[in-house]
């Protein structure tokens, strides 16, 4: 199975270094020197990790074959493939590959069906995922766990507590505003 694990940015330098967009918890797994990894698009790879190091909070990659600027930066924006075995985990219990989340049902604590997973999307503060409801519309549901308190491959379904609001349009709206008679000295119409 393929997951995507980095998405190159920028080229750095003028050495054939490029800036990577990480896109996987694992990065000293997958994108270790001598990992070899598949792109998209296609005609950009295969590629194999020469060195790595972190700048300024920053993964740079050095690519076998890439020794200048221009070559580093023709690869820009291209998605970086790594072959998985589809029955590994993660090394933490609480972590996911996107391919095990998928299709999942998303249900509420009580049981109430609220749609299935059609797809994950990778933010830089969060991931959501996009749910799609019986009557096909979509959702975006943060993948955070407050909201998401549960998942369950064995049952294959997303347990969620949502705030008001994010699955319907009846959001409960709190005034702060005292309704009652207005203080002295504050305006009043009628």
Request: charged residues 30%; negative net charge.
């Amino acid at each position: 199975m393929q997951l995507v694990v980095a998405r190159i940015g920028r080229a750095h330098g003028i050495k054939g270094e490029v800036t990577v967009e990480v896109r996987t918890d694992e990065p000293e797994l997958r994108l270790g020197p001598g990992a070899v990894l598949l792109t998209d698009p296609a005609s950009a790879g295969p590629l194999t990790i020469e060195s790595g190091k972190v700048h300024s909070g920053r993964l740079l990659l050095r690519f076998v074959g890439v020794r200048d600027r221009n070559a580093a930066e023709a690869l820009r924006n291209t998605l970086l493939i790594a072959e998985v075995d589809p029955t590994e985990m993660p090394e933490e219990e609480d972590e996911y590959y996107d391919h095990q989340l998928m299709d999942l049902d998303v249900v509420l604590a009580d049981g109430t069906e609220i749609g299935r997973i059609t797809e994950i999307s990778h933010l830089p503060s969060q991931d959501l995922f996009i749910v799609e409801r019986p009557d096909g519309t979509e959702l975006l549901i943060p993948f955070v766990s407050e909201i998401v308190t549960e998942i369950d491959l064995e049952e294959q379904r997303a347990v969620i507590d949502p705030p008001p609001g994010l699955i319907d349009d009846r959001a409960e709206i709190v005034s702060s505003r005292d309704d009652g008679p207005a203080e002295s000295g504050e305006e009043t119409t009628a």
